[in-house]
Nanobody
Framework: QVQLVESGGGLVQAGGSRTLSCAASGRAASGYAMAWFRQAPGKEREFVATITWQGRSTIYADFVKGRFILSRDIAKNTVALQMNSLQPEDTAVYYC??????????????WGQGTQVTVPS
Protein backbone atom coordinates (compact mmCIF):
# COMPACT_ATOMS: atom_id res chain seq x y z
CA GLN A 1 0.00 0.00 0.00
CA VAL A 2 1.07 3.54 -0.74
CA GLN A 3 -0.31 6.54 1.11
CA LEU A 4 -0.32 9.95 -0.53
CA VAL A 5 -0.88 13.26 1.23
CA GLU A 6 -1.24 16.49 -0.71
CA SER A 7 -0.69 19.98 0.61
CA GLY A 8 -0.36 23.52 -0.66
CA GLY A 9 -3.79 24.28 -2.03
CA GLY A 10 -5.61 27.53 -1.40
CA LEU A 11 -6.81 30.77 -2.90
CA VAL A 12 -4.58 32.32 -5.55
CA GLN A 13 -5.08 35.51 -7.52
CA ALA A 14 -5.15 35.25 -11.29
CA GLY A 15 -1.65 35.43 -12.67
CA GLY A 16 -0.19 34.19 -9.41
CA SER A 17 1.75 31.07 -8.49
CA ARG A 18 1.31 28.17 -6.11
CA THR A 19 3.26 25.04 -5.34
CA LEU A 20 1.48 21.81 -4.45
CA SER A 21 3.31 19.05 -2.64
CA CYS A 22 2.61 15.35 -2.35
CA ALA A 23 4.28 13.11 0.19
CA ALA A 24 4.30 9.37 -0.44
CA SER A 25 4.77 6.74 2.22
CA GLY A 26 4.39 3.01 2.45
CA ARG A 27 5.90 -0.05 0.91
CA ALA A 28 7.86 0.58 -2.30
CA ALA A 29 6.44 4.08 -2.64
CA SER A 30 9.60 5.23 -4.35
CA GLY A 31 9.18 2.76 -7.20
CA TYR A 32 6.12 4.38 -8.73
CA ALA A 33 5.63 7.18 -11.19
CA MET A 34 3.79 10.04 -9.53
CA ALA A 35 1.27 12.28 -11.16
CA TRP A 36 -1.18 15.09 -10.64
CA PHE A 37 -4.73 15.09 -11.90
CA ARG A 38 -7.39 17.70 -11.33
CA GLN A 39 -11.14 17.82 -11.24
CA ALA A 40 -13.20 20.95 -11.66
CA PRO A 41 -16.85 21.09 -10.56
CA GLY A 42 -19.05 19.19 -12.98
CA LYS A 43 -16.13 17.93 -15.02
CA GLU A 44 -14.20 14.71 -15.38
CA ARG A 45 -10.90 14.24 -13.58
CA GLU A 46 -8.16 15.16 -16.03
CA PHE A 47 -4.45 14.54 -16.29
CA VAL A 48 -2.07 17.38 -15.42
CA ALA A 49 1.46 15.97 -15.26
CA THR A 50 3.47 12.89 -14.34
CA ILE A 51 7.07 12.08 -13.51
CA THR A 52 9.02 8.83 -13.52
CA TRP A 53 10.14 7.27 -10.26
CA GLN A 54 13.70 8.34 -11.02
CA GLY A 55 12.51 11.88 -11.69
CA ARG A 56 14.19 11.94 -15.09
CA SER A 57 11.20 12.22 -17.42
CA THR A 58 7.94 14.11 -17.34
CA ILE A 59 4.74 14.35 -19.36
CA TYR A 60 2.53 17.42 -19.22
CA ALA A 61 -0.99 18.09 -20.41
CA ASP A 62 -1.01 20.61 -23.24
CA PHE A 63 -2.92 23.16 -21.19
CA VAL A 64 -0.14 23.40 -18.56
CA LYS A 65 2.95 23.26 -20.74
CA GLY A 66 5.16 26.22 -20.03
CA ARG A 67 3.22 27.14 -16.89
CA PHE A 68 3.55 24.15 -14.54
CA ILE A 69 6.71 22.36 -13.48
CA LEU A 70 6.72 18.94 -11.82
CA SER A 71 9.72 17.80 -9.82
CA ARG A 72 10.57 14.94 -7.52
CA ASP A 73 12.72 14.53 -4.43
CA ILE A 74 13.58 10.84 -4.35
CA ALA A 75 15.22 10.96 -0.93
CA LYS A 76 12.13 12.52 0.64
CA ASN A 77 9.61 10.63 -1.51
CA THR A 78 7.85 13.84 -2.44
CA VAL A 79 6.78 15.54 -5.63
CA ALA A 80 6.13 19.23 -6.11
CA LEU A 81 3.93 20.84 -8.74
CA GLN A 82 4.92 24.44 -9.27
CA MET A 83 2.02 26.26 -10.91
CA ASN A 84 2.60 29.65 -12.52
CA SER A 85 0.37 32.11 -14.37
CA LEU A 86 -2.71 30.59 -12.76
CA GLN A 87 -6.06 31.38 -14.32
CA PRO A 88 -9.65 30.89 -13.16
CA GLU A 89 -9.92 27.82 -15.37
CA ASP A 90 -7.23 26.20 -13.23
CA THR A 91 -9.66 26.13 -10.31
CA ALA A 92 -10.08 22.50 -9.30
CA VAL A 93 -9.33 19.86 -6.73
CA TYR A 94 -5.84 18.61 -7.46
CA TYR A 95 -5.09 14.96 -6.79
CA CYS A 96 -1.75 13.23 -6.41
CA UNK A 97 -1.50 9.70 -7.76
CA UNK A 98 1.08 6.92 -7.84
CA UNK A 99 1.32 4.19 -10.46
CA UNK A 100 2.53 3.66 -13.99
CA UNK A 101 4.21 6.39 -16.04
CA UNK A 102 1.25 7.36 -18.21
CA UNK A 103 -1.23 10.16 -18.78
CA UNK A 104 -4.10 7.70 -18.42
CA UNK A 105 -6.04 7.80 -15.19
CA UNK A 106 -6.35 4.01 -15.27
CA UNK A 107 -2.59 3.67 -14.84
CA UNK A 108 -2.66 4.88 -11.26
CA UNK A 109 -3.47 2.63 -8.34
CA UNK A 110 -3.07 5.02 -5.43
CA TRP A 111 -4.67 8.39 -4.90
CA GLY A 112 -4.51 11.15 -2.36
CA GLN A 113 -7.52 12.96 -0.92
CA GLY A 114 -7.01 16.05 -3.03
CA THR A 115 -6.29 19.69 -2.33
CA GLN A 116 -8.42 22.58 -3.53
CA VAL A 117 -6.95 25.34 -5.67
CA THR A 118 -9.18 28.33 -6.32
CA VAL A 119 -8.37 31.15 -8.72
CA PRO A 120 -11.13 33.77 -8.59
CA SER A 121 -12.17 35.46 -11.81
Amino acid sequence: QVQLVESGGGLVQAGGSRTLSCAASGRAASGYAMAWFRQAPGKEREFVATITWQGRSTIYADFVKGRFILSRDIAKNTVALQMNSLQPEDTAVYYCAAGTYTAARSGYDYWGQGTQVTVPS
